[in-house]
């Protein structure tokens, strides 16, 4: 059995707000190999957005391990996990969070950038019209409809070939139709580049698509299919 | 909706939108309330001094009218006269060495003499306090009071004894107060007083000797002195002397006062303009965060006009309530001042409220808040209800209306209108105007062509490089805000710093290069052979030059009375009051004859002047053309034979009207000489010079030079500190701008985060991008800051410019300075921010 890309043991989030100590995240294991796809089901505030921050180094835990790509998470401090971001992770947000004052190819180039990649604008250009925007790339955000401000986000998490995808509610702000065209593109980028996928959803069929499904309750995740915890 | 209902709307939703409070309008009122402040508190102050002025202009006079006459006391008439209206006292000043009896060390002194009636208004006091009448003239011995550097620089106390001319006097205190001493910026040497029957034993009154002979009147009613003068005046016609009446007490320090009010008014509207930028960015923000409850209201059924009336009426409050607290802190000053170091005051100051200048700079400030808003406001009322289905808002400019356009402008124009208007000097406020408006266009220009470039810089390798460069065109940027308002003020600040440079560089490194080492005064016709045979056999002399000279006044330009000639502003010094006058048979060799011919040396025809050429220029004469000069109570007409170019600044012996022989040799007069040697030598030839010829007064160039440079830095003092506050207020600006933009910055800064940004990144991309900004900024300043200085030197003040590269340097670093500071706390903030609590906020 191959290595896993995601190792998550026993992690617990707690955040202090205002009314005092929430408990997030309690005590999630899960295990995914490379290359597989998973959704991660649950209502509102079981959780599942803090785990993909989990994931990515944007949020610490309080206790556990997370392990991505042979990184532990815990070990590493804020420039190392944007270091680590920038090389394996790529992340799509349910608002698109797209910088309104770059165009499409700016906003594709970034993390490339931050790599130090020689020529970013040759590859965005090249992310953005796989999503079939090659006609839009000196367009601003404001001037695209929500799901070719999704594509382009979606151009930008595929275009540094990450080798874990993280998406959280990817087409929660977008009508079926859209929603499902930016679905598409989505899984086949993934097959494309082989990338393991991560999928926040509510949405039952979407999260029918990934091979596996687990499910988030009050802070604990529990197999859909599959083993968990 | 009519406009009734337009406003009573407009103002429903004003009020809702100021539940909120003040948040956001920081920088919109401190800008105003700074620009508004600079220009009450200095038209203020200036009203406040003129008050003070008018109060004590008996005082300051010495009476309710002075008659002032050169060289020759009043005659008996004039007296008689005089005595029949009021209560007469008479004082006579002059320049002289007072001498060290035991070790003949000379001191250049400002001598007064007084009579018994002296003074008519105000109080002498004295440390001690003395019966000064009584001690000037004891029986037993001669007295005199002092200002105090008198004692500390011949090194005598209370007591000692001192010599004028033949006389000995006992110094018998030390003055503290004098009311009628002329409020100057500088003198040539302390006070020494004494009385009239003083003076004549010293023996320093001779035929054509510089004295000063002033009779003061008390009337009965002070209010009844014009139509003393025009009496006088009709009785004693031809007279030649010179009538000021209370309220011309102190005409050069109320024209000193004016002036500095103007400059200094027109930089604080230069503040002012450049807060304009402040509130500019702050409404922006203001409506930029408004744009979805606009469009909000817009699905809901208000019109654009409603919009637009609302936000302004809110701006104008606003406005009125920042250029009020400007008012307020602006109009206290003078009562402050008084309060906290009156006595220290070069004027006198009598506090209050003056309405005139209060409400010019209100209308100022809320010209400025109008000027500044409009284009936001008309761009608001054009927001469009998509916004809200689109999520983000329509980036690039947009057209806010020609309506809006014209109203800009038309405002510009009442507020360029105003500033000229209200000003002493319309044609300088005028030029200042239309140079502050060219700084804006280059400025403007400059900005957006130097962001726009920045997509042509070939893009660094380095992510935070690039994206510092990248966001300084980056749509939103506040870039152009940044190089406008630190650019305009850094730029007020070096010109004014370069002036000041170029005028020090002027007076100390270049005027003793050339200038005469002494000035000696009061030489007198019979002791010029001698002198001339003294000066020559000192040790190191370079260049001597003597002129005989008289004091006349110009009465006529080309047959015109000079109060009916119309005069230009920049010679209106030559026909206030007396002038020196002097005339030669050859000419010397120095003299530049630019126009006409001069006179042959054996020349004895009708008489002629020569006059520099800037004064003939003034004066709107030419060759050929007449002026009247009365001298000593007599009227001579000489016609112009030619003109002379005269650079005044070598400060060699020179005069403004030099006339043929034969027209005042049988006048009574003196002679002022001039003396070039070496430093070494100074002292020899002051000490030589001073002990055979007592009565002469000699001035040190040196000293004199040191005076001048102190006052000057005293002036450029207050000057510079309103040039400092038009970059404080830029700072402001620029504060604001990046506030402003601060929302957008820790969006940004969580996205490149996610993106896989380290801090250093994001920090390296902020301080490039600010960085970039200072330097420009900083550049462009320099450029038209020097160019800016090398007008007014060149143009204004006709003298020669220098660059100074240490005032460059140092302003483009402060620049940089300023501009990556802010950048830096800006950044820091949004640095602080955790991506994940953001990300959750916004999702």
């Not at chain 1, 992770?89 to 790599?115: D, K, R, Y």
């Not at chain 2, 008659?67 to 006391?73: F, G, K, M, S």
């Not at chain 2, 800037?614 to 007449?626: M, N, R």
Request: with cysteine.
């Amino acid at each position: 059995m191959s290595e896993p890309l995601v190792n998550i043991v026993d992690l617990h989030l707690s955040l202090v707000g205002g009314a005092g100590e929430v408990n997030i995240l309690r005590g999630v294991n899960l295990s995914i190999t490379k290359g597989e796809t998973v959704s991660v089901l649950g209502p509102s505030g079981a959780g599942k957005t803090t785990l993909l921050m989990a994931l990515s180094g944007l949020e610490k835990p309080t206790s556990g391990q997370v392990q991505v790509a042979g990184v532990d998470l815990t070990t590493i401090d804020e420039d190392g996990l944007a270091r680590f971001r920038r090389e394996h992770v790529g992340i799509v947000f349910q608002s698109f969070h797209l910088i309104p004052t770059m165009t499409a190819l700016e906003n594709v180039s970034l993390p490339l950038e931050f790599s130090g990649c020689r020529n970013p604008e040759q590859q965005a250009e090249e992310a953005l019209t796989k999503a079939g925007l090659g006609d839009r790339i000196n367009h601003f955000p404001g001037e695209l409809s929500g799901g070719e401000q999704q594509r382009v986000a979606l151009a930008r998490a595929f275009v540094v070939k990450p080798a874990l995808l993280l998406a959280d509610e990817p087409t929660g702000n977008l009508d079926r139709e859209t929603g499902q065209i930016v679905m598409n593109l989505l899984f086949d980028l993934q097959q494309e580049h082989g990338t393991t996928l991560v999928l926040v959803t509510h949405d039952e069929i979407l999260a029918s698509r990934c091979e596996r499904s687990v499910r988030m309750i009050d802070g604990c995740l529990r197999e859909e299919n599959g083993a968990g915890s | 909706m009519n406009s009734t209902s337009t406003i009573a709307q407009a103002i429903r939703l004003v009020r809702r939108e100021l539940r909120g409070g003040l948040r956001g309008f920081g920088v919109f009122l401190t800008c105003l309330f700074l620009g508004v402040f600079a220009i009450s508190a200095i038209g203020s102050f200036t009203e406040s001094a003129k008050a003070g002025l008018l109060a004590d202009a008996s005082a300051l006079l010495g009476g309710d009218l002075e008659i002032r006459l050169a060289h020759r006391e009043l005659p008996t008439e004039g007296i008689s006269f005089l005595t029949e209206q009021g209560q007469l006292s008479h004082v006579a000043t002059m320049r002289t060495m007072v001498v060290d009896i035991d070790n003949d060390k000379r001191v250049l002194a400002e001598l007064k003499a007084v009579d018994s009636s002296y003074p008519l208004y105000g109080k002498i006091t004295s440390t001690p306090q003395l019966n000064i009448h009584n001690e000037l003239d004891s029986r037993d011995e001669l007295g005199a009071l002092v200002e105090a550097p008198m004692l500390s620089r011949l090194d005598k106390k209370i007591g000692d004894k001192v010599k004028v001319g033949d006389a000995e006097f006992k110094i018998k205190g030390v003055i503290t107060t004098e009311p009628d001493r002329t409020v100057r910026a500088f003198n040539l040497g302390p006070r020494f007083m004494i009385s009239l029957d003083g003076l004549d034993a010293t023996g320093l009154i001779q035929p054509g000797s510089l004295i000063y002979h002033a009779y003061r009147l008390r009337l009965p009613n002070r209010e009844t002195v014009d139509q003393l003068k025009a009496e006088m005046q009709a009785r004693f016609p031809e007279a030649g002397w010179r009538v000021r009446s209370w309220r011309e007490a102190a005409p050069r320090v109320t024209f000193f006062l004016d002036r500095m009010n103007l400059n200094m008014t027109l930089i604080g509207l230069c503040s002012l303009l450049v807060g304009g930028l402040g509130v500019s960015g702050a409404v922006r923000g203001y409506l930029d965060g408004k744009i979805t409850h606009i469009a909000t209201m817009k699905c809901l059924g208000a019109p654009g006009k409603l919009i637009f009336t609302a936000y302004l009426l809110q701006i104008l409050f606003l406005g009125l309530l920042g250029s009020t607290a400007g008012l307020a802190a602006g109009a206290t000053l003078p009562y402050v001042l008084k309060q906290l170091i009156g006595t220290h005051l070069p004027v006198p100051m009598t506090p209050g409220i003056h309405w005139q200048v209060l409400a010019v700079a209100a209308l100022f400030g809320l010209l400025i808040a109008l000027i500044f808003s409009l284009k936001s406001l008309g761009l608001a009322r054009l927001v469009s209800p998509s916004v809200l289905f689109r999520g983000y808002s329509e980036s690039g400019n947009r057209n806010p209306g020609t309506a809006v356009k014209v109203s800009i402008i038309i405002s510009a124009m009442i507020l360029a209108a105003l500033a000229i208007l209200t000003s002493s000097d319309q044609r300088l406020a005028f030029w200042f105007i239309s140079g502050a408006s060219l700084c804006f266009v280059i400025f403007r220009f400059a900005s957006t062509t130097i962001v726009k470039l920045t997509h042509l810089i070939p893009k660094p390798t380095n992510p935070s490089l690039r994206l510092g460069l990248g966001n300084i065109h980056r749509r939103g940027s506040p870039a152009g805000s940044a190089l406008f308002s630190l650019g305009l003020g850094l730029t007020a600040l070096v010109t004014v710093m370069l002036v000041q440079a170029n005028l020090d560089d002027k007076i100390n490194e270049t005027v003793p290069n050339e200038a005469p080492s002494f000035f000696f005064l009061d030489l007198q016709s019979n002791q010029v052979e001698s002198f001339e045979e003294t000066v020559r056999n000192l040790p190191g002399l370079t260049k001597f030059e003597r002129y005989p000279t008289l004091r006349g006044r110009i009465t006529a330009i080309a047959g015109k009375p000079v109060t009916m000639a119309k005069v230009a502003e920049e010679v209106r010094w030559a026909v206030r009051g007396d002038r020196f006058l002097s005339y030669a048979k050859e000419k010397a060799p120095d003299i530049k004859v630019v126009a006409g011919e001069w006179w042959p040396s054996d020349y004895a025809g009708e008489p002629l002047v020569s006059i520099t050429a800037d004064l003939a220029k003034g004066f709107g004469v030419g060759i050929g053309d007449t002026l009247t000069i009365n001298v000593l109570g007599r009227d001579v007409t000489a016609r112009i034979s030619s003109l002379r170019e005269v650079d005044w600044s070598t400060l060699d012996l020179n005069f403004a009207l030099l006339f043929s022989p034969g027209v005042l040799e049988n006048a009574p007069q003196t002679n002022i000489a001039s003396i070039h040697v070496p430093a070494e030598h100074e002292e020899t030839a002051f000490a030589a010079i001073t002990k055979q010829f007592p009565n002469v007064s000699a001035i040190s160039t040196r000293e004199l030079l040191k005076n001048v440079s102190q006052t000057l830095e005293r002036i450029g003092t207050a000057f510079r500190s309103m040039a400092g506050l038009a970059v404080l207020i830029g700072f402001l600006v620029l504060a604001g701008a990046v506030s402003a933009d601060q929302h957008r910055r820790i969006h940004d800064a969580v996205i490149f985060k996610v993106c896989g940004a380290t801090r250093f990144d994001i920090l390296g991309a902020f301080a490039a991008e600010f960085l970039f900004l200072g330097l420009i900024a900083g550049g462009i300043s320099a450029i038209v800051g020097s160019l800016a200085a090398m007008g007014i030197l060149k143009g204004l003040m006709k003298i020669s410019f220098t660059l100074h590269p240490g005032t460059i340097i140092t302003t483009i670093l402060t620049g940089v300075a300023l501009t990556v500071f802010l950048g830096l706390v800006g950044t820091w903030r949004a640095l602080g921010h955790k991506p994940a609590s953001y990300l959750r906020d916004v999702n």
